[in-house]
C-alpha cells in the first residue's frame, strides 16, 4: 500500500523548523539535504546517530522552551491589552 502524499512540512516539528528559520539555511535547503540523504541511502542511519547525540535532545529542549516562553510572554501581553 502506498502512503498518500501530505505536506511534509506540516508534519516537521515547530522546533526544528524554527531551527531552520534561525539558521543560514532555508526550508528548501532542508528538504534537499533530507533528500539527497535518502537518496544515498544514509537517511536512516543519520537519523537514529542524530537522536542518540546527548547534545541533540539539549538544543531541542532549549529552543522549546525559548518558543514557549516567547508564546507566554506574548499572551501576557495580550491579556495586559485586554
Known amino acids: 500500500m502506498l ?15 524554527k531551527i531552520v528559520e534561525d539558521s543560514t539555511f532555508t526550508h528548501k535547503d532542508a528538504y534537499e539535504l533530507g533528500a539527497m540523504l535518502i537518496a544515498i541511502g544514509d537517511a536512516e542511519k543519520t537519523i537514529t546517530q ?9 538544543i531541542i529542549k532549549q529552543r522549546e522552551y525559548r518558543l514557549i516562553e516567547a508564546r507566554k510572554k506574548e499572551l501576557e501581553r495580550e491579556l495586559r491589552d485586554l
Open 3 to 17: 502512503l498518500e502524499k501530505t505536506n511534509i512540512s506540516a508534519r516537521v516539528e515547530i522546533t526544528l523548523k
Open 50 to 58: 542524530i537522536h542518540k547525540n546527548p547534545n541533540y535532545e539539549k
